[in-house]
């Protein structure tokens, strides 16, 4: 008997060259799309390693985790690195990026992360883009928990090099990923004597064997099993069509958090300010004397299928997120995680108003 997932026929590079294509139509980029063969960290790192060298001058913003990750490598690669880290509960603006650019003129490289899953912020990208233009950096975006939930246009915003994952709201694979670069980043990349080459992280080896070959013939075995879920992931957003997706992201994050504050029990959205908070995820900061990961596990024993996380690291004790995204952004999922929150904080001895969110987040759906 032939096995769904194990006898398949070969992907063949036309199939993998109009899979590409999709990603491009998604992001509504002419620039150059390469899927990569891995989980986003693959074009995330390869692209700051081709990308920066030792004459690199960057600004690093710093809005969550992966900011500090981004740090570490292009100091690892050789770059001058400015960070410009903002407290996890906002977001930064255009004016921050303009101020850094006016201490340090000689930046040519700006990382950012657009939205935070782990801490539940968005950025301005827009606003920032433009600052970044004046400045002729070179932009590098983290689209991964945007794509999907909030506009993503790497073309009419300057980005560089945008990288995005399947796993958060495009609800898709994990194990595959896809970047769009520039002209101006390929130059830099070539121009780079230590940009990775014959290297898995390297993009200029795709650019050489795949894309500037005529995308005929694939380098190497593709993921064959992720190619296809990335394939009927493109598919199922294309059907549902993309605003109707963003707009339900961004329905699950008003709902969530109006339906958190109507619930009491001194739970607070941890993104301050609401135009700062991403789509993708709501983060929510528990009272003082209550441990966050210990709510979120007794919740999660009455409904282990409920998109709840402690934060990561250090925010364990004081994050809850409700990771809203994908196939969890839906009224139900989020009246799911309300109902469990409320239930396992009214056990800590906490006054909590379940009726009140269930409207709250009703009213907030709308
Ligand atoms: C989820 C995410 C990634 C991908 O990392 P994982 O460790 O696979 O979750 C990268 N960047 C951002 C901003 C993310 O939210």
Redesign the pocket.
Known sequence: MTHPFLDLPPLSAERFAAIEDGVARLLGTRQDVLITQG???LP?EGAIRAAAGPGTVALNVIT?P?GQTFGDWLRDAGATVHDLSVPFHTAVTAGQVREAFAEHPEIDFVSL??????TGNTNPVAEIGEAVREQGALFYL?A???VGAEPVLPDAWGVDLC?I?A??AMGGP?GVSAISVSERAWARMAANPNAPRRSYLSLLDWKERWTDAGRKALPHAPAQLEMLALQACLERIGSEGLETVMARHRRAARAARAGAVALGGGLQPYVRQERDAAP?ATTLRVPSGVVASQVVARALESDPALPLAAGGGALAKEMIRVNHYGRDATPGAVQGCLAALGAALAEQGLTVDPAAARRAAEDAWR
């Open positions: 989980e986003a960290l995330l969550g992966y992360v657009h939205a935070e899953a782990a983290d991964v928990a945007s990288v994952g796993q958060k994990a993708v």
